[in-house]
């Protein structure tokens, strides 16, 4: 079946660092891939999303692009700040005769110090 | 508009009893997802329904079950709780109108099962 991995955590940066989460997955066909970001005591939340291969999905400077030959969907942002805290998924969903699901990866935790 | 609302937002139990959490979509959503998130791991998709009818169900044992109402409201109940189920639940809604895979989720249900 389909899946996500991503690179465990926790990563920890020091403010204005640069940021890279790996996301890798294994799919049947062409999934639209995500990132979202839960923070403390909250519901995940959409980040960015790709449709399709080659798209580059961009978000309060977080960005991520599509590679289809590489299985890919890598998180980055030049800068980060303290406020981007937060545990991180990788996301692919499915959507056919059994029905809409999406796959999160194990989640990436994040801590930016001052 | 108003969130996705889930109630309530803790819940103590002991082993052996069952639990009911409920889920308020955005309105206007008629797909609610539910997810079971432990930090071992990670989101583990339990199933999905839309239009009051189940459309995907994730590995879990029949302790688990679910239902949507006319309204779109969920419930999901979960029988014969185990140590294992101490968990927090999300759920998610989404605008099937759109072929929209964007989700929306709650701030979820924290269970603690002693």
């Known amino acids: 079946g389909n899946s996500v991995t991503q690179m465990e955590g926790p990563v920890t940066l020091s403010e204005e660092a640069f940021l890279t989460i790996n996301c890798t997955y294994t799919?049947?066909?062409?999934?639209?891939l995500f990132w979202y970001v839960q923070y403390p005591g909250e519901g995940l939340q959409l980040l960015l999303k790709a449709t399709k291969a080659d798209d580059k999905g961009s978000n309060k400077g977080f960005e991520a692009t599509y590679r289809k030959e590489t299985t890919s969907f890598h998180l980055e942002k030049g800068s980060v700040q303290v406020s981007d805290s937060a545990v991180y998924f990788c996301?692919?969903?499915?959507?056919?005769?059994?029905?809409?699901?999406?796959?999160f990866g194990a989640g990436t935790r994040l801590f930016v110090k001052a | 508009k108003a969130g996705v609302t889930q109630t309530p937002r803790y819940l103590i139990k002991t082993r052996g009893q069952q639990v009911t959490l409920s889920c308020s979509p955005i309105?206007?959503?008629?797909?609610v997802s539910w997810y079971q998130q432990t930090p071992g791991q990670g989101l583990q998709f339990l199933f999905e329904y839309f239009s009051e009818t189940q459309r995907n169900k994730g590995n879990f044992p029949g302790r688990f079950s679910g239902r949507q109402f006319s309204n779109s409201r969920s419930e999901m109940n979960v029988s014969t709780l185990e140590l294992g189920d101490s968990a927090l639940y999300l759920c998610?809604?989404?605008?099937?109108?759109?072929?929209?895979?964007?989700?929306?989720f709650g701030s979820g249900t924290q269970l603690s099962v002693l």
């Open positions: 309105s206007g959503h008629r797909s």
């Open positions: 799919a049947t066909g062409y999934p639209s």
């Open positions: 998610a809604s989404r605008d099937t109108g759109k072929g929209n895979e964007k989700l929306f």
């Open positions: 996301a692919l969903s499915e959507d056919g005769t059994g029905g809409f699901k999406t796959i």
